[in-house]
C-alpha cells in the first residue's frame, strides 16, 4: 500500500499564525486530498490537490483560509492560514491507491494534529 | 448525492463478546462502500471494503461486513472482542467506479472491557 508521510505530526500554535503541513506519497499520483477531522468528529474533504492546475475546493473552504499548492506529483502542501482555536484538527492528506479487485481506495497519512490556542 | 449514517458514537463490548457496529448508507447510484479503523493518534487505515461480488466481505483483523441492498446497509461485526479492537471505527461510501468523492459517516468509538 500507499507510504503518505506528513509533516509536522502535531504542533501548537498561536492564535493569528498560519502553519504549512507538508505531505509526501512514495509514488506519483494525480490527485491529493486534504481532509479535516475535528475533535470528536468525521473527516471532511477541505479540497483535491491536482497537479498543474488550482486545487479544487468543498463548500466551506476558501483558498485564503487554505492555501494548498501541488509542484510535483508526488508532493503537496496545505496552509491553515490566520489561525483560530476553531481550526484546532487533525488534518488528513489522502491518494487512491489499486487494489487487487481493481477498486481505488483511499489511504491516509497518519495526520498532522494542531492546537491553536 | 451520497450519505452514511451510524448509528452509536459509542459502543462498549465485553472482551471476547460479539462486536457489531452499524451503518446504513444512502447513494443514488450503485455503491462502493469502506470500514475504516483509527487507532489513537493515527492516521486512518482500512479494513475492509466491498465493490462488486461477494456481499460478505472480509476484512483485516478478524472483521467482516456485509452489503445488505435492500436495507442499505453494511454493518461490521467481529464474532469475539479483543482489548486491541479498541478504536474508532469510520464507514465510509463513494460511487462506484473509481476516483469518486468519498462521504464518511460520524464514527463510532469502540471501547472493550476486559
Known amino acids: 500500500s500507499a507510504v503518505i508521510s506528513q509533516k509536522p505530526s502535531r504542533d501548537i500554535c498561536q492564535r493569528g499564525t498560519s502553519l504549512t503541513i507538508q505531505c509526501q506519497v512514495d509514488?506519483?499520483?494525480?490527485?491529493m486530498f486534504w481532509y479535516r477531522q475535528q475533535p470528536g468528529q468525521s473527516l471532511t474533504l477541505i479540497a483535491t490537490a491536482n497537479q498543474g492546475s488550482e486545487a479544487t475546493y468543498e463548500s466551506g473552504f476558501v483558498i485564503d483560509k487554505f492555501p494548498i499548492s501541488r509542484p510535483n506529483l508526488t508532493f503537496s502542501t496545505l496552509t491553515v492560514s490566520n489561525m483560530s482555536p476553531e481550526d484546532s484538527s487533525i488534518y488528513l492528506c489522502?491518494?487512491?491507491?489499486?487494489?487487487?479487485?481493481?477498486?481505488?481506495?483511499?489511504?491516509f497519512g497518519a495526520g498532522s494534529r494542531l492546537t491553536v490556542l | 448525492a451520497q450519505s452514511v449514517t451510524q448509528l452509536g458514537s459509542h459502543v462498549s463490548v465485553s472482551e471476547g463478546a460479539l462486536v457489531l457496529l452499524r451503518c446504513n448508507y444512502s447513494s443514488s447510484v450503485p455503491p462502493y462502500l469502506f470500514w475504516y479503523v483509527q487507532y489513537p493518534n493515527q492516521g486512518l487505515q482500512l479494513l475492509l471494503k466491498?465493490?462488486?461480488?461477494?456481499?460478505l466481505v472480509k476484512g483485516i483483523n478478524g472483521f467482516e461486513a456485509e452489503f445488505k441492498k435492500s436495507e442499505t446497509s453494511f454493518h461490521l461485526t467481529k464474532p469475539s472482542a479483543h482489548m486491541s479492537d479498541a478504536a474508532e471505527y469510520f464507514c465510509?461510501?463513494?460511487?462506484?467506479?473509481?476516483?469518486?468523492?468519498?462521504?464518511f459517516g460520524t464514527g463510532t468509538k469502540l471501547q472493550v472491557i476486559p
Open positions: 509514488s506519483q499520483v494525480t490527485m
Open positions: 489522502s491518494v487512491f491507491r489499486d487494489t487487487d479487485s481493481g477498486a481505488n481506495v483511499l489511504t
Open positions: 466491498y465493490t462488486t461480488g461477494a456481499t
Open positions: 465510509a461510501v463513494s460511487p462506484s467506479g473509481g476516483y469518486q468523492k468519498v462521504t
